[in-house]
């Protein structure tokens, strides 16, 4: 599946993009153009994908349909045939939700597609959404903010440990609303880098952190020196749901990167 070398990754890359296919606004067709247009080399799209292993999900909400894959897969080949050039090279990837209940399956069917790479990302602890609304949040004691963190972290442990992705999406998401200490987790993530660099894995820079209430990407500056030292390649993604924010936040990823060691 994962042609892509990591260690390559520069600010002409942007592998994780979302089109209307799951929870963002345009078109893949838009998304490629603009891509194209915004001077990238390697560009990717990832629409969510989600089988939640519980009832009552609201996954339906902002993730594809099921039942889409083929179209999905189908529209990006025939768009990699319009848009590539020499300079331009169009990936088809997914984010593709972590659980331990059913990770395998999951995997095991996305092998039977051309795709070129997975994001393996955690949005779910239990049944809790820790990136959906800073509400959900709001109602939780300090202990119970604890154990949603604890769980997430767990769980991101065990996407980077199956090896199955090609990257690890933002690290640190449960910042995101500034509700938490972030701090606390630290052991925990480095738990995750150990798990990633054993895989030979990549972690994102992901910067769209830096506009919501956390105004931090994920993961900051200490993870990614901690990265630095076990040698994991890091990509920089803004995660974008538009074409406007196709490389937000590049050029001080870039630079934070640099501070980090690379
Ligand atoms: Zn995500
Ligand atoms: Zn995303």
Redesign the pocket.
């Known amino acids: 599946m994962d042609n892509l070398d990591f260690a390559q990754s520069s600010s002409k890359w942007s592998l994780?993009n979302?089109s209307n296919f799951s929870d963002g606004a345009s078109s893949l067709e838009d998304m490629v153009c603009a891509g194209k247009a915004a001077g990238l080399e390697i560009f990717g799209i990832?629409d969510?994908w989600v089988v939640p292993p519980f009832e009552g999900s609201d996954s339906s909400e902002w993730s594809m349909d099921l039942s889409r894959l083929d179209e999905y897969v189908e529209t990006l080949q025939k768009l990699k045939k319009e848009y590539e050039t020499s300079n331009f090279s169009l990936k088809i990837g997914l984010?593709v939700d972590f659980f331990f209940e059913n990770i395998n399956e999951v995997i095991k069917n996305l092998q039977t597609y051309p795709l070129d790479y997975l994001i393996g990302?955690v949005h779910y602890s239990g049944k809790f959404s820790v990136d959906h609304d800073a509400a959900d949040w709001l109602p939780l004691d300090e202990d119970a903010k604890h154990e949603v963190c604890m769980e997430y972290w767990k769980k991101l442990e065990g996407a980077a440990a199956c090896g199955a992705f090609s990257f690890i999406?933002h690290l640190d998401l449960p910042k995101k609303f500034a509700l938490i200490d972030n701090s606390r987790y630290t052991p925990q993530a480095i738990k995750v880098l150990d798990a990633v660099q054993q895989n030979n894995g990549c972690i994102e820079l992901n910067t769209a952190g830096w506009y919501k209430p956390c105004q931090a990407p994920y993961p900051d500056l200490e993870l990614l020196q901690e990265a630095y030292k076990r040698n994991i390649a890091v990509t920089v993604n803004a995660?974008a749901h538009c074409p406007e924010h196709l490389t937000r936040g590049f050029v001080e990823a870039q630079a934070l990167l640099k501070q980090a060691g690379y």
Do not use: A, K, R, V
């Open positions: 994780h979302h990832s969510h984010e990302s999406g995660d």
